[in-house]
């Protein structure tokens, strides 16, 4: 299958809310009024489909700039650290599309936006708790390094704080 890229936009977000939803505890379970103030303060923001049909998203990525109204722990943690980055809040890909490259797909995405915003970094959160070994594994084989460890409010859970430089 050939696959593109191209922006989210509000037809796609039933469809984005039922893969973010399945994909918990990976990512935070959303609500359709979240998930659109999500997508309406993101700086990136985009899809990933096959060409045959543009209609059916297989993933999606949001991310944020510095100074976003966002009030995600992780986001902060990096905020207060930085002010030169491209924070990945989410990013998802349907279970029948993985293994396909979709992950990378979306990540170059991710690391081109941060070039022509002119960010140094691009940063991100995985969960070491639940454990998430793979998609650790993923980050390492796209140069992402951890640069801190958080535990979340309630110690609901914990995740590393990575890191990749911008080329």
Do not use: K
């Not at 936009?9 to 469809?15: A, E």
């Not at 349907?94 to 979306?106: D, V, Y």
Request: one cysteine or more; hydrophobic letters at 45%; glycine letters at 4%.
């Amino acid at each position: 299958m050939t696959y593109a890229l191209r922006s989210l936009n509000p037809l796609d977000l039933p469809q984005v809310l039922t893969l973010n939803n399945e994909a918990v505890p990976a990512v935070y379970a959303l609500d359709a009024d979240l998930l659109a103030t999500l997508v309406a303060t993101a700086t990136h923001s985009v899809v990933v489909t096959t060409v045959e049909d543009v209609h059916t998203v297989a993933g999606f990525v949001i991310g944020f700039a510095p100074s976003a109204e966002y009030a995600s722990e992780s986001y902060r943690w990096f905020e207060a650290r930085s002010s030169d980055f491209l924070y990945v809040d989410r990013i998802v890909v349907a279970p029948n599309a993985r293994s396909q490259g979709l992950g990378e797909l979306l990540y170059a995405s991710v690391f081109q936006a941060a070039r022509e915003a002119h960010a140094t970094e691009v940063v991100c959160e995985v969960n070491t708790f639940p454990p998430n070994p793979q998609l650790l594994a993923f980050h390492s084989r796209l140069g992402f390094t951890t640069v801190g460890e958080q535990t979340n409010t309630g110690d609901t859970g914990a995740a590393a704080l990575l890191t990749a430089l911008v080329s």
